[in-house]
T-cell receptor
C-alpha cells in the first residue's frame, strides 16, 4: 500500500543552522505531496505542497522538491529560527481515494538560541 | 470564514460514558475526516466522509461511529468510552479534486479515566 517514511527525531539545531528533514514515499499512482507543521498545542497547518514531478513547493523560507526518480520530498530551510520549533509531517494524497492523506510519523524539530 | 472548528476543546470521561465530538466547516468542502493523534504514532484515520450522507471506515474505526447529515458537519461518537480512546482528536476537510490540501481543526483533547 501507499506509505510515507520520514526521518525520526528529534532534530536539534542551533539558530541559523541549515535544516533537512528527509521524506520518501511509496505510492501506486501519481500522488500530490505535502508538508504539514504542528506547533505545540495546535492542529496541523499546511506548510507547502507539490502536485507533480519536479515541482518545488516553498513557504516561509522552507522548500521541498517533488523528485519522482527518487520518490522523495525532502524539506529544507537555509537558516532556522527558534520559532520553527514544531513537529513536521510529510504526507501524500492520491486523487480518486477521497483525497485521503497518508502521513509519515512526524519529525520533531527543536531549535536552540 | 472560521475554517474548521471543533467542539469541545477538552473533555474528561469515565469509562463507559458516551459523547459526541462535533466538527464544522464553512468552506463547502465535500470531504471530511476524523483522526486521532497519540504520542509517537502520528495521525491515524478513524472515519471519513466523501459527501453528505456517506461515511466510511479508516484505519482505526473500532469503538467509534460517525454521521454526516449535513455537508458542513461531521460528528464522531463514542458509545462506551475506554481508556484506550484517550487521545487528541482532529477533524479535517478538503475540497474534491486533485492536489487540494486538507484543513485541520484545532483538536479535542479527550481523557478517559
Amino acid at each position: 500500500g501507499d506509505s510515507v517514511t520520514q526521518m525520526e527525531g528529534p532534530v536539534t539545531l542551533s539558530e541559523e543552522a541549515f535544516l533537512t528533514i528527509n521524506c520518501t514515499y511509496t505510492a501506486t499512482g501519481y500522488p500530490s505531496l505535502f508538508w504539514y507543521v504542528q506547533y505545540p498545542g495546535e492542529g496541523l497547518q499546511l506548510l507547502l505542497k507539490a502536485t507533480k514531478a519536479d515541482d518545488k513547493g516553498s513557504n516561509k523560507g522552507f522548500e521541498a522538491t517533488y523528485r519522482k526518480e527518487t520518490t522523495s520530498f525532502h524539506l529544507e530551510k537555509g537558516s532556522v529560527q527558534v520559532s520553527d520549533s514544531a513537529v513536521y509531517f510529510c504526507a501524500l494524497s492520491l486523487s480518486g481515494a477521497g483525497n485521503m492523506l497518508t502521513f509519515g510519523g512526524g519529525t520533531r524539530l527543536m531549535v536552540k538560541p | 470564514n472560521a475554517g474548521v472548528t471543533q467542539t469541545p476543546k477538552f473533555r474528561v470521561l469515565k469509562t463507559g460514558q458516551s459523547m459526541t465530538l462535533l466538527c464544522a466547516q464553512d468552506m463547502n468542502h465535500e470531504y471530511m475526516y476524523w483522526y486521532r493523534q497519540d504520542p509517537g504514532m502520528g495521525l491515524r484515520l478513524i472515519h471519513y466522509s466523501v459527501g453528505e450522507g456517506t461515511t466510511a471506515k479508516g484505519e482505526v474505526p473500532d469503538g467509534y461511529n460517525v454521521s454526516r447529515l449535513k455537508k458542513q458537519n461531521f460528528l464522531l461518537g463514542l458509545e462506551s468510552a475506554a481508556p484506550s480512546q484517550t487521545s487528541v482528536y482532529f477533524c479535517a476537510s478538503v475540497a474534491s479534486g486533485r492536489g487540494y490540501e486538507q484543513y485541520f481543526g484545532p483538536g479535542t483533547r479527550l481523557t478517559v479515566t
